[in-house]
């Protein structure tokens, strides 16, 4: 029963904490999806998510996990051709396994984890073989690292590919300007910078992904991102009943982030928050798992020097709060602390000397 549940401070890198005026929003009303109203929420939405992500291009929502959005870019921009997948951690990997199961052409390009792909060796990889589409992940949520998409996208498009972005852990948080960076598929679940609840994948789609889109066969039925945008532009409907409690949470936090604290506020926040984490494990003398000029600003990954993980898991536990060990096989070795959504600094200092004084 949900009365036995311990609800603890989700210091993990998503899903996060979502504050009590977002959850209140789940509690309205379910609306018919096929009305007006549902027409006129969908589209005050993505005007907003527009807004959001400094683009005109298309949005397209999908009542899944950010994992059905990657498997929708892999089925949608991927033909003949193939894709570069370019790995430098655990959910870049995730991506070249969707493209391998969906029976597309995939190459990996590796870059070693707690790095991030330059123009030169992006540009050697792509002057081998022609591909349909690129793959990066914007900020590789495993490794703490932040893709400098600003300073490779160019590389992507001379060589005539589609450049497809995983923002999942990013967006909302780290700067992003799709139109300006020539992004042509870039997605994100609500779950983390956005501090909403989990359950809804956003994107925007660019005119050459969805003129590529067209001619492919075998899209699938759930993600395809002709039907998708038919729908939308169809009095901003959904070809399947979307996650209506989710799309009010929605609405309420784009309007509180576009016309109150503002986009380039929230980077910004996110950006100190991301400073004083990093100082605070250089002194401790703790390492930074990522290389610092490529480091996330939503969630910093440290490696544990004689940090007994588990064991502080379960103490910060007792402290009333969930904390984020390594990811995958870096488990025990490193340690994440996600400060994104609508976390403040001081909410960050305060945990970070509750680890403090359970790791003297």
Not at 17 to 23: E, L, T
Not at 104 to 113: F, G, R
Not at 162 to 190: H, Q, T, Y
Not at 340 to 348: F, I, P, S, Y
């Amino acid at each position: 029963m949900i009365e036995n549940i311990k609800f603890l401070d989700l210091f993990i890198p998503g899903p996060v904490n979502v504050s009590k005026d977002c959850r209140e929003k789940m509690i309205l009303p379910i609306i018919a999806h096929r009305s007006p109203e549902m027409g006129n929420l969908h589209k005050d939405i993505t005007s907003y998510l527009q807004k959001l992500l400094f683009t005109q291009n298309d949005i397209i929502m999908s009542t899944s996990s950010s994992t059905g959005y990657m498997e929708a870019a892999i089925r949608n921009c991927v033909g003949e051709k193939g894709v570069l997948n370019v790995i430098n951690g655990a959910f870049a990997e995730r991506w070249y396994d969707i493209a391998k199961a969906n029976g597309k052409e995939a190459d990996m390009l590796e870059i070693p984890w707690g790095k991030a792909v330059d123009r030169k060796t992006l540009n050697e990889a792509l002057d081998q073989k022609e591909y349909d589409a690129v793959c990066i992940t914007h900020n590789e949520t495993s490794t703490g690292v932040m893709t400098p998409l600003k300073d490779i996208y160019k590389t992507v498009k001379d060589h005539n590919c589609l450049l497809l972005v995983d923002s999942v852990s990013g967006a909302g948080g780290i700067e992003a300007r799709i139109d300006d960076w020539e992004i042509d598929v870039f997605f994100f679940g609500l779950q983390k910078c956005m501090a909403l609840s989990p359950g809804l994948a956003v994107g925007s789609v660019s005119k050459q992904a969805l003129e590529k889109a067209v001619t492919i066969p075998n899209r699938g039925l759930y993600f395809d991102f002709i039907d998708l945008k038919k729908y939308h532009d169809k009095n901003g409907m959904q070809p399947a009943t979307p996650v209506i409690p989710i799309y009010y949470q929605l609405q309420y936090q784009l309007h509180k982030i576009i016309d109150e604290e503002g986009i380039e506020n929230r980077w910004a926040r996110h950006t100190i928050m991301a400073d004083y984490t990093r100082n605070w494990a250089k002194n401790k003398g703790l390492s930074l798992f990522a290389d610092e000029h490529v480091a996330s600003n939503t969630v910093t990954c440290i490696e544990s020097k004689g940090i007994h993980v588990s064991k502080l898991k379960a103490d910060l536990m007792k402290k009333g709060y969930f904390f984020s060990e390594g990811y995958g096989k870096f488990k025990e070795s490193n340690f994440r602390i996600a400060h994104m959504g609508d976390r403040t600094l001081e909410e960050v200092k305060k945990y970070l000397k509750t680890i403090d004084d359970l790791t003297q």
